[in-house]
Nanobody, 124 residues
Framework: QVVLVESGGRLVQAGGSLRLSCAAS????????MGWFRQAPGKEREAVAT???????ISSDSVKGRFTISGDNAKKTVWLQMNDLKPEDTAVYYC??????????????????WGQGTQVSVSS
């Protein structure tokens, strides 16, 4: 079972910065993609940014130029650097990882896991 642990969310003033971290751990596994989604109150979960195949993809137009995703595949860790935060960035941010994990029988199986979420609150 691949487990994701997120950290870094907190209350910050508008214009401030935060860095979210997500570390994946578990039995032998490899990842196709690691990224971040967010869900604001009363809204659907939306993709924010993804690392896949060594490329970084910012999925949300509202964060382009302000958020940057980076990762260390060897450490199975992904970070989301968020600058110039705005009140509309307030949401629970979820780490999402897709990959292959090795079972105890020696076979490989797909996994698609979510972190528990970390709250980011931006005050005006």
């Amino acid at each position: 079972q691949v487990v994701l642990v997120e950290s870094g969310g907190r209350l910050v003033q508008a214009g401030g910065s935060l860095r979210l971290s997500c570390a994946a751990s578990g039995p032998t596994f490899d990842t196709y993609a690691m990224g971040w989604f967010r869900q604001a109150p009363g809204k659907e979960r939306e993709a924010v940014a993804t690392m896949t195949g060594g490329r970084s993809i910012i999925s949300s137009d509202s964060v382009k130029g302000r958020f940057t995703i980076s990762g260390d595949n060897a450490k199975k860790t992904v970070w989301l650097q968020m600058n110039d935060l705005k009140p509309e960035d307030t949401a629970v941010y979820y780490c999402h990882v897709v990959g292959l994990s090795r079972t105890r029988y020696g076979t490989w199986t797909d996994f698609d896991n979510w972190g528990q979420g970390t709250q980011v609150s931006v005050s005006s």
